[in-house]
Nanobody
Framework: QVQLVEPGGGLVQAGGSLRLSCAASGRMFSTYIMGWFRQAPGKEREFVGTITWSNGRTSYSDSVQGRFTISRDNAKNTVYLQMNNLKPEDTAVYYC??????????????????WGQGTQVTVSS
C-alpha cells in the first residue's frame, strides 16, 4: 500500500500562483512515477503532468506546459506542483497518484494504482 496525502489547495485570483504538495508513504519501492491529474465539475479527469522518482524526469500536458512545474524531494517522499499564471479554467480538484514501472502511457489515469484524496483549487477571474 502507498498512502498519498495532499494538503494545500485554495482560492487564488487569475494570474496568481499556488503550490500543491503530495506526501507519499508506505511501500515506496513499488512506485516509479508520480502523476498529477485534475477534474473539473462535469468533466472527466484530466492529465496534468508526471515526474519520476529516480531522475526527476517530467512531462506536462499542453494546457499547462510553461505555467506548471512538477518537482520532487526524495528525502521527504514528496512531490510538488507549482502552478503559475493560473487561469479560471484551471479550477478543479487536483489529485496526485503513483504508478509502478510499466510500458508507459502515464498520461492515462488507469496506469496509476494509488491516489490522493484530492484538493480543490479555485481560480477567480
Amino acid at each position: 500500500q502507498v498512502q498519498l496525502v495532499e494538503p494545500g489547495g485554495g482560492l487564488v485570483q487569475a494570474g496568481g500562483s499556488l503550490r500543491l504538495s503530495c506526501a507519499a508513504s508506505g511501500r515506496m519501492f513499488s512506485t516509479y512515477i508520480m502523476g498529477w491529474f485534475r477534474q473539473a465539475p462535469g468533466k472527466e479527469r484530466e492529465f496534468v503532468g508526471t515526474i519520476t522518482w529516480s531522475n526527476g524526469r517530467t512531462s506536462y500536458s499542453d494546457s499547462v506546459q510553461g505555467r506548471f512545474t512538477i518537482s520532487r524531494d526524495n528525502a521527504k517522499n514528496t512531490v510538488y506542483l507549482q502552478m503559475n499564471n493560473l487561469k479560471p479554467e484551471d479550477t478543479a480538484v487536483y489529485y496526485c497518484a503513483s504508478a509502478p514501472r510499466s510500458t508507459g502511457f502515464y498520461s492515462i489515469a488507469g496506469r496509476y494504482d494509488y491516489w490522493g484524496q484530492g484538493t480543490q483549487v479555485t481560480v477567480s477571474s
